[in-house]
T-cell receptor, first 114, second 118 residues
Framework: DAKTTQPTSMDCAEGRAANLPCNHS???????VYWYRQIHSQGPQYIIH???NNETNEMASLIITEDRKSSTLILPHATLRDTAVYYC???????????????FGKGTKLTVNP | DTEVTQTPKHLVMGMTNKKSLKCEQH?????MYWYKQKAKKPPELMFV???????INESVPSRFSPECPNSSLLNLHLHALQPEDSALYLC?????????????????FGPGTRLTVT
């Protein structure tokens, strides 16, 4: 499984953009990059995913470098409720039925400060 | 409805007890997962069910026994657990990628069952 490397912790001021980096230098051509977050004592929550192109949804933007060896999750206007652990994950397909494996790394603890 | 429900929220059990954790989803997902999360650690995959069949067991001890009685339900039967099995047990579900490959789908997680083994 491709491994990911993220900073242990980051701080961000409320209302500012939070940029969370992730290295995945061993990613293979058909592996997607996924981002999840986990707010304290809750189940992980899906944020966004991408393969090659940059992606944007109502929660965040995902910027993937051209060589696909790294990516950045951008929360455009961070709020206090965005304080959570953010996981960058490279997905691996498990079986022909299409169920897939999430291998969580240690993640980045993002603290949004007032 | 994009909710995965888990019961109970909290469970305390002795090492000789038998108990079960329950997970339910009504999103029509045909892949369901059990994860274990120790304090201050990331979730770790335990089991995957695909179309109600066990497709992956991540070398989990036999004192954990999963069951998928139908496409909406996933159980985890617990027997003779150890104190080190105390953790948050998370259930998730997802659509499945078609056999022709192509797009992939996110997993939806439940809130978890906080298990304490005494």
């Amino acid at each position: 499984d491709a491994k990911t490397t993220q900073p242990t912790s980051m701080d961000c001021a409320e209302g500012r953009a939070a940029n969370l980096p992730c290295n995945h230098s061993t990613i293979s051509g058909n592996e997607y990059v996924y981002w999840y977050r986990q707010i304290h004592s809750q189940g992980p929550q899906y944020i966004i995913h991408g393969l090659k192109n940059n992606e944007t949804n109502e929660m965040a933007s995902l910027i993937i470098t051209e060589d696909r060896k790294s990516s950045t999750l951008i929360l455009p206007h961070a709020t206090l409720r965005d304080t959570a652990v953010y996981y960058c994950i490279v997905r691996v397909a498990l079986d022909e039925g299409g169920s897939e494996k999430l291998v969580f790394g240690k993640g980045t603890k993002l603290t949004v400060n007032p | 409805d994009t909710e995965v429900t888990q019961t109970p929220k909290h469970l305390v059990m002795g090492m000789t007890n038998k108990k079960s954790l329950k997970c339910e989803q009504h999103m029509g997902h045909r892949a369901m997962y059990w994860y274990k999360q120790k304090a201050k650690k990331p979730p770790e995959l335990m089991f995957v069910y695909s179309y109600e069949k066990l497709s992956i067991n991540e070398s989990v001890p036999s004192r954990f026994s999963p069951e998928c009685p139908n496409s909406s339900l996933l159980n985890l039967h617990l027997h003779a657990l150890q104190p080190e099995d105390s953790a948050l047990y998370l259930c998730a579900s997802s659509r499945t990628r078609g056999t022709s490959g192509g797009i992939t789908y996110e997993q939806y997680f439940g809130p978890g069952t906080r298990l304490t083994v005494t």
